[in-house]
């Protein structure tokens, strides 16, 4: 199976938006202490950091979710993910700090409200997407737009849709038992993206899969974002995975935030030695991008430093190409390739050089440095 080039959508790697003091979703301060009882203590439940008062799971975190962003938390197990995500769903109440919506105090929501939150402005997506036996494809991926009472036609239209995207827009009538357990998969990740929530809560949905078929709900989770462009809060333990969906990357540990950043944030200037041991195991030819490149050195296409030198290109690709798809074409060619965005105006210019400098693990940060 060859590589497909892999479009990674430029809206979704864009710069921060101007309005980036005013997230989409903002968390801020927040805290969660378990109380935990005495039963718990005396059968020896309670984690090592236990103090009195409870154990505190999630500590003092703050972070701004953009809309249409995928905004990825990352950590080992126990640091406080899906913690995390279960009280920004209000499944369970924040010890302290804020949470807010689209301007809303999701906290202080009344009850009516919040069901309609829960309902309507938030999907879940959990780990295994059990699909409905006795629908076909298209009914399964409408089902949740026919709860919200979304008209038939305008349902099948967007679940044919969404449908296509992940390969099967020739099987929409088939039944879940024709398929194989990787097509099910695909009709899962359909459905939680073709509802009308605007924000999905995504904890580790692709940890239990094959590698090869993770690869793929990775790659289709970044064409239906295109097409649907929900506002995605995703838990993972895995720093490839992270930094291949995420715009944004929080990185937990015990509790903390202790580095919020894009993928280049954290491979370029990692804040905390535990960080830099998860950078150290990152397939960078697979994270950095085109774009993260040009804009990385900084030479333009048109004007300034080195213009002259790069008037002839032997490719055009968009920003959003891998390097690993990138390595290829340069390889072939001495002339460098113009990297354009998504209207395709020139982001500048990279040669093989470039783009081995960007590989190369950065001096003084990494433990890996020369
Ligand atoms: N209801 C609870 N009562 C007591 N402690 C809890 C409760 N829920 C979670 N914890 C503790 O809080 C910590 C964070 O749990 P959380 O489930 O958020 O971790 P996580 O980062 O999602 O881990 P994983 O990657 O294993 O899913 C853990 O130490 C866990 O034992
Ligand atoms: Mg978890």
């Known amino acids: 199976m060859t590589a497909q080039p892999t479009a ?73 993910k899906s913690t995390i995500i279960r009280m920004v769903n209000r499944l369970i109440d924040a010890s302290d700090g804020t949470i ?45 737009l026919k709860v919200r009472r979304v008209d038939k036609e305008a349902r099948e239209a967007k679940a044919a849709e969404a449908l296509a995207i992940v390969g099967l827009g020739d099987r929409i009538h ?60 995703f838990v993972t333990h895995d720093l490839n995975e992270a930094m291949y969906l995420g715009d944004k990357i929080m990185v937990m540990k015990q509790g903390k935030n202790i580095q919020c950043g894009t993928a280049l944030d954290l491979l370029e200037a990692p804040a905390d030695p535990y960080i830099e041991d998860f950078v150290a195991e990152v397939d960078r030819s697979r994270v950095l991008t085109a774009g993260m490149v040009a804009r990385r050195t900084g030479r333009h296409g048109t004007e300034g430093q080195g213009a002259d030198l790069l008037s002839s290109v032997s490719a055009r690709v968009p920003e959003s190409t891998v390097v690993q798809d990138l390595l290829p074409i340069l390889a072939t060619g001495t002339e460098p390739v113009e990297v354009v965005d998504q209207d395709g105006a020139t982001i500048g210019k990279i040669t093989a050089g470039d783009v081995f400098s960007a590989l190369a693990p950065s001096k003084g940060n990494s433990k890996n440095a020369a």
């Open 100 to 144: 807010t919506v689209d301007g809303k105090d999701v906290r202080s929501l009344p009850p009516a409200d919040l069901r309609d939150y829960r309902n309507r402005t938030i999907n879940m997506v959990f780990q295994h997407f059990g699909l409905f036996p006795h629908k076909s494809l298209v009914d399964n991926v409408a089902f949740g």
């Open 174 to 233: 088939a039944m879940p038992d024709q398929l194989s357990g990787g097509m099910k998969q695909r009709v899962g990740l359909a459905r939680a993206l073709a509802t009308d929530a605007e924000i999905l809560l995504m904890d580790e949905p692709f940890s239990a899969l094959d590698p090869l078929i993770r690869k793929d709900m990775q790659e289709l989770l970044i064409k239906l974002q295109q097409n649907f462009k929900k506002t995605i809060i």
């Open 8 to 80: 990674l959508p430029t809206t979704l790697h864009r710069e921060e938006s101007m309005d980036s003091d005013k997230p989409f979703v903002r968390v801020e301060n927040l805290s969660k202490v378990f109380h935990t009882g005495s039963t718990r203590r005396m059968l020896g439940l309670l984690p090592p950091k236990s103090g009195r008062k409870g154990f505190v799971a999630v500590d003092d975190v703050s972070f701004g979710v953009e809309r249409g962003q995928i905004f990825v938390i990352m950590g080992l197990s126990g640091s406080g």
